[in-house]
């Protein structure tokens, strides 16, 4: 079915595919382009056609990713009936794309490649933090301007929260012997973390 897509000039995407299977069974540096190349039936030197390497071909798989993760964040912000349901609902989408993602998300943060080097990847990197941006914007609404925290640094902590859960518990590490879950343990983290801001008091 792969080689099908390829013959109706789908090979790029079909790359794509191949190598977040590889990704997910052997880490980003893992494998080679050459192996990504067999999974999809053409020979090692029909890749370059699209990637001038592995790290080009890891970068379209992150941008792809960030794209989803964006699309995501996004919908949990329109679902969410106050403004904190819905931050709270963009943790949980993170912690679901990290799960049902596997492949993307390692090569969005665990691979090793440079956000900044690739302006498409930048943009929707970008466009995946400025929905968490939005969102505090308007969890803080409330907050006297004064006495506002920044937008941008509680979307940063939350971002970083949230990367932590995902590390502490994936992939056998140590947090799967928690008690307490994933989504829990990132909820009461952040509602922690607004009360010290002083975004909350209940």
Known sequence: MVRESYHHGNLRQALVEATVRLIEEKGPQGFTLAEAARLVGVSAAAPYRHFSGRDELIEEIARQGFEEFADRLGAALALGRTPLAAFLGMGQAYLAF??????????????????TGNSGLTQAADRARGTLVSAAEELFRHVPTNARPPAGMAADHIWALSHGVVELFSRGKPGGRSPISPADMLESGT??????????TN
Not at 191 to 200: A, K, P, S, T
């Open 191 to 200: 509602l922690i973390y607004l009360r010290g801001l002083g975004v909350i």
């Open 98 to 115: 990290a799960a049902e993602r596997r492949g993307f998300y390692i090569a969005m943060f665990e691979s090793g490649i440079s956000i």
